[in-house]
Nanobody, 124 residues
Framework: QVQLVESGGGLVQAGGSLRLSCVVS????????MGWFRQAPGKEREFLAT????????YYADSVKGRFTISRDNTVNTVYLQMNSLKPEDTAVYYC?????????????????WGQGTQVTVSS
């Protein structure tokens, strides 16, 4: 059974940083692309970042480009989201997801497995 477990969320002041981690088990991690999404209360799920199987290709939503960085370490089955210059509007539950194949994608429907989410709260 494939499991994705996020960690690293918490409360931070505006302008601060957090690094989220997502550990994947139960599947060959290096064989597929990964992504990060978030969902704020009353809003739809939002794509944030994706990375291909090897880590050489990344794409970001305009809302986080230049502030967030996605990376992965296939040796420890983990994908990361480094978040800098956080804003109150970044407050949401953050989810990692494993895609159906090795190609990076911004489309939520192309992700097969999802984590349980980790709360990020940014105070002003």
């Amino acid at each position: 059974q494939v499991q994705l477990v996020e960690s690293g969320g918490g409360l931070v002041q505006a302008g601060g940083s957090l690094r989220l981690s997502c550990v994947v088990s139960g599947r060959t991690f290096s064989g597929f692309a990964m992504g990060w999404f978030r969902q704020a209360p009353g809003k739809e799920r939002e794509f944030l970042a994706t990375i291909n199987w090897a880590g050489g290709v990344t794409y970001y939503a305009d809302s986080v480009k230049g502030r967030f960085t996605i990376s992965r370490d296939n040796t420890v089955n983990t994908v990361y989201l480094q978040m800098n210059s956080l804003k109150p509007e970044d407050t949401a539950v953050y989810y990692c997801a494993a895609a159906k194949d090795h190609v990076e994608t911004m489309v939520g429907a192309e992700y097969r497995y999802w984590g349980q989410g980790t709360q990020v709260t940014v105070s002003s």
